[in-house]
C-alpha cells in the first residue's frame, strides 16, 4: 500500500500524466548538459566523449530503474528523500535531501548563468557592445520569473515545459542534420587517436571524469520521480516515463556528441564553451553561418528556461518534504489554496538560485553537481535494493550495478570538489543531529 506524505499533511492533486511526464524529463535533461557542459566533457576525454555519453546513459538507465520502483512504491513528493526515510535510515534520507539540495541549487544557477550567456553573446553578436556584462543580473531577474511561473502551479508549469521542449529539440535536430554532412566529410581523422589525455588527465581518468560530467546531464529523469506525488497511476506511468525518457536522450546526446567533435575536434569542441559558453551555436556558425548560430541560441535560450523550471519543481517538492518531517522550516510544507503548489518552498529555493546565480563557474558548478548527484544516486540505488520481492520491478542485480557505478565514478572529479563534497555531507548530518536533539529536548519540555 502506498503511504501518504510524512506527517498526514495534505497531498497534491495528481495532475500529470506520461506525456507531461516524459517532458518534463526532456525539459530537465535537454538543458546546460548538451549546449554547453558536454564540451567540458569532450576536453576531459577527447574524442571518446562518445564512449562517455554512452556509459553514462547505461548508468543512469540502472539508476532510472531504481527510481522508477522507488517512485512506484512510493508515489510522493521529495524523491529518495522520502525513499532514504522509509527503506534505510534518517540519516542517510537526510543525507540524500540535503545532497540533492545542494546540487540541483548549483546546477539550476548555471543554468540561469548559461540563459544569460547565450542571451547576451546573441545580443553582442546583434551588434550591442558590452552586453556581456550583464550576465548576473539577467541571470538573477531569470531566476525570479521563473520562480513566479512555477510558484502559480504545475498545469501552467507544464504547458511551458511542453513549449519550451519543442523548441530545444526543434534546434537540436537542426544541429544534428545540418551538421552531418560536414562531420561525415572530416572522415575518421576528427577521432584520432580516440583515447587523448585532456584537461591535465591521462585517457583513462579523462573518460571517466567525463563520464560523470555526462551523468549529471542525464539525471533530469529524476524530476520525474520527486513529482511522484502529482502523476497519475504512478505505477505504471512513472517507470515508462523514465525509460521512454532516457532512450530518447542518449539517442540525441550521441548524436549531438559526433557532429560536434566531427566537425571541431575535440579540442576544438572544448575550446568553444571556455571562449564564449555557447559551444553549439559557435560550431553551428561554422557549417550553417549566422543561421546556424541564431538557430542553437534560440534553441539554448529556452532549453535553459526549461532546465531552471523543472529544477526549480523537483527542488521545491524536496524541500517540501524536508518541511513535513521536520528537517526544514514548517513554513516551506505550506500548499498554496488550491493545493497545486508549495508555494513558500518555491520561492526559498528560488531565492537561493538568485543568490548563487550572482557568481559561478560552470565547470565547478558542474563538477560538484557531479560528486554530489553521484552520492544521492548511489543512495537511491541502495535505498532499491531493500525493496521487498513483491515491490520490485527489476532484478536486484539493477541497483547494484547503479550503487558500484556511482561510488565508482564520485572520485573521478578533482579531489578538491569531492573533498568539499565530503565535507558539507559531514556540516549536513552533524546541523541534523543537532536540529534532531533540540526538538527532543523541546518535546521533554
Known amino acids: 500500500m502506498t503511504a501518504p506524505p510524512a506527517g498526514g499533511a495534505p497531498g497534491l492533486r495528481r495532475e500529470v500524466g506520461t506525456a507531461g511526464a516524459v517532458l518534463l524529463g526532456l525539459g530537465s535533461i535537454l538543458g546546460t548538459g548538451i549546449f554547453v557542459s558536454l564540451a567540458l566533457a569532450a576536453g576531459a576525454a577527447g574524442p571518446a566523449v562518445v564512449l562517455a555519453v554512452a556509459l553514462a546513459g547505461l548508468l543512469a538507465a540502472a539508476n532510472g530503474l531504481s527510481s522508477a520502483q522507488l517512485a512506484a512504491r512510493h508515489p510522493v513528493s521529495g ?30 544557477a548555471t543554468a540561469a548563468l548559461g540563459f544569460a ?24 531577474a531569470t531566476a525570479v520569473a521563473v520562480t513566479a511561473l512555477v510558484a502559480g502551479g504545475i498545469r501552467r508549469s507544464n504547458r511551458a515545459n511542453a513549449v519550451v521542449v519543442t523548441l530545444a529539440l526543434g534546434a537540436l535536430a537542426f544541429f544534428v542534420v545540418a551538421g552531418a554532412p560536414a562531420a561525415l566529410a572530416s ?24 563520464t560523470a560530467l555526462a551523468f549529471v546531464a542525464y539525471t533530469g529523469y529524476g524530476r520525474i520521480a520527486t513529482l511522484g506525488e502529482e502523476v497519475r497511476e504512478p505505477r505504471r506511468t512513472i517507470p515508462r516515463a523514465i525509460v521512454v525518457c532516457l532512450v530518447a536522450t542518449v539517442a540525441i546526446y550521441a548524436a549531438v556528441a559526433w557532429v560536434a567533435v566531427g566537425v571541431a575536434g575535440a579540442e576544438g569542441y572544448a575550446a568553444a564553451v571556455e571562449s564564449e559558453a555557447a559551444p553549439l551555436g559557435v560550431l553551428a556558425e561554422r557549417f550553417a553561418g549566422g543561421t546556424g548560430w541564431w538557430v542553437l541560441a534560440a534553441g539554448a535560450t529556452v532549453a535553459m528556461i526549461g532546465v531552471l523550471l523543472n529544477l526549480l519543481l523537483g527542488l521545491s517538492r524536496v524541500l517540501l518534504a524536508m518541511g513535513r518531517r521536520g528537517d526544514a522550516p514548517a513554513a516551506v510544507a505550506r500548499l498554496d489554496a488550491a493545493r497545486e503548489t508549495p508555494a513558500v518552498a518555491v520561492w526559498v529555493v528560488g531565492a537561493a538560485v538568485a543568490l548563487l546565480a550572482l557568481s559561478g563557474s560552470v565547470e565547478t558548478t558542474w563538477s560538484f553537481s557531479a560528486f554530489t548527484v553521484l552520492v544521492y544516486y548511489a543512495l537511491t540505488n541502495l535505498a532499491a535494493l531493500r525493496l521487498p520481492p513483491g515491490a520490485r520491478l527489476v532484478p536486484p542485480a539493477v541497483p547494484a550495478l547503479g550503487l558500484a557505478g556511482c561510488l565508482f565514478l564520485a572520485f ?28 527532543r529536548r523541546r518535546g521533554g519540555d
Do not use: Q
Not at 79 to 105: I, Q
Not at 127 to 140: E, L, N, S, T
Open 187 to 210: 572522415g575518421a581523422g576528427a577521432y584520432r587517436p580516440f583515447f587523448a589525455p585532456g584537461a591535465g588527465r591521462g585517457p583513462l581518468a579523462g573518460v571517466l571524469y567525463a
Open 117 to 140: 550567456g547565450y542571451l547576451l553573446h546573441a545580443l553582442e553578436v546583434a551588434g550591442v557592445a558590452g552586453a556581456g556584462r550583464w550576465r548576473a543580473p539577467v541571470a538573477v
Open 412 to 439: 573521478w572529479v578533482d579531489p578538491a570538489v569531492w573533498g568539499a563534497g565530503l565535507a558539507l555531507i559531514a556540516a549536513g548530518l552533524l546541523g541534523h543531529l543537532a536540529a534532531r536533539r533540540w526538538r
Open 79 to 108: 524523491g529518495t528523500y522520502e525513499y532514504g526515510y522509509r527503506e534505510l535510515t534518517p540519516a542517510l534520507g537526510f543525507t540524500a535531501g540535503w545532497m540533492f539540495l545542494c546540487a540541483k541549487t548549483a546546477s539550476a
